[in-house]
Nanobody, 125 residues
Framework: QVQLVESGGGLVQAGGSLRLSCAASGRSFSLYTMGWFRQAPGKEREFVAV?????????YYADSVKDRFTISRDNAKNTLYLQMNSLKPGDTAVYYCAARPGWQIGTTENEYDYWGQGTQVTVSS
């Protein structure tokens, strides 16, 4: 089992940047594929990015964030990151990290077993 705690959210102007962190506790962080999801007010939670387990050689992004967001992991620190650049008001949402054991890349909520509590990101125009 793994526990996840997100941090790094906040208020930023359009065009700005934020870096989200997700600290994991528990066993064998490196053996989990990790994902970021987000949920805007009145909308369903949606996939943002995913990174494969171990060395994280495989990454995949939603079209809406491709070339602006970068997912990465530091297994020595048991931490997942999401670097968000060129932020837009449409990126405003609660951002969640999620974990699933094994190597398979997942882009839907039901593929993940563990979730953090979320961190709010607000982008002003």
């Amino acid at each position: 089992q793994v526990q996840l705690v997100e941090s790094g959210g906040g208020l930023v102007q359009a065009g700005g940047s934020l870096r989200l962190s997700c600290a994991a506790s528990g066993r064998s962080f490196s053996l989990y594929t990790m994902g970021w999801f987000r949920q805007a007010p009145g909308k369903e939670r949606e996939f943002v990015a995913v990174i494969s387990y171990r060395a994280g050689r495989i990454t995949y992004y939603a079209d809406s964030v491709k070339d602006r967001f970068t997912i990465s992991r530091d297994n020595a620190k048991n931490t997942l990151y999401l670097q968000m650049n060129s932020l837009k008001p449409g990126d405003t949402a609660v951002y969640y990290c999620a974990a699933r054991p094994g190597w398979q890349i997942g882009t839907t909520e039901n593929e993940y077993d563990y979730w953090g509590q979320g961190t709010q990101v607000t982008v002003s125009s």
